[in-house]
C-alpha cells in the first residue's frame, strides 16, 4: 500500500507564501493536491500528472505544482495567499495515465494523505 505523508502547512497572513511537500513512499504516475474546506466539498487544486501541470482556475499564477522524483516527492508552491485558501489541503496519488478532467476528479485517486491544514488570516 502506497503511503503519503504531507508536511509544510501552517498559519500565514494574506499575501505570505507556503510551501507543501507530500513524500511517497513509491512512485506514483500521477501526483495532485486537492483541499477541503470546513463545510465545503473537497476540491481540485493542482495535479502533476505527466509533463503538463494543471490547475484550478482560483490558484492559476499564484501556486505552481512540482516534482522530484528522485524523492518521490511532489510541491506545491503557495505564493499572494487569501483568506479563502484557508482548507486541510490533501496531496492524492495514482498509479494511472489521467487526463484532461479526469485529473481534477478525486475519485481517479488511489492513494491519500492525512492533510495538513493551511490557514491564512485576514
Known amino acids: 500500500q502506497v503511503q503519503l505523508v504531507e508536511s509544510g502547512g501552517g498559519l500565514v497572513q494574506a499575501g505570505g507564501s507556503l510551501r507543501l511537500s507530500c513524500t511517497s513512499s513509491?512512485?506514483?504516475?500521477?501526483m495532485a493536491w486537492f483541499r477541503q474546506a470546513p463545510g465545503k466539498e473537497r476540491e481540485f487544486v493542482a495535479a502533476?500528472?505527466?509533463?503538463?501541470?494543471g490547475y484550478a482556475y482560483a490558484v492559476k499564477g499564484r501556486f505552481t505544482i512540482s516534482r522530484d522524483n528522485t524523492k518521490n516527492t511532489v510541491y506545491l508552491q503557495m505564493n499572494s495567499l487569501k483568506s479563502e485558501d484557508t482548507a486541510v489541503y490533501y496531496c492524492?496519488?495514482?498509479?494511472?495515465?489521467?487526463?484532461?478532467?479526469?485529473?481534477?476528479?478525486?475519485?481517479?485517486?488511489?492513494?491519500w494523505g492525512q492533510g495538513t491544514q493551511v490557514t491564512v488570516s485576514s
Open positions: 492524492a496519488g495514482t498509479g494511472k495515465l489521467l487526463y484532461g478532467d479526469m485529473v481534477m476528479d478525486p475519485r481517479r485517486y488511489d492513494y
Open positions: 513509491e512512485r506514483t504516475y500521477g
Open positions: 502533476k500528472n505527466g509533463e503538463q501541470p
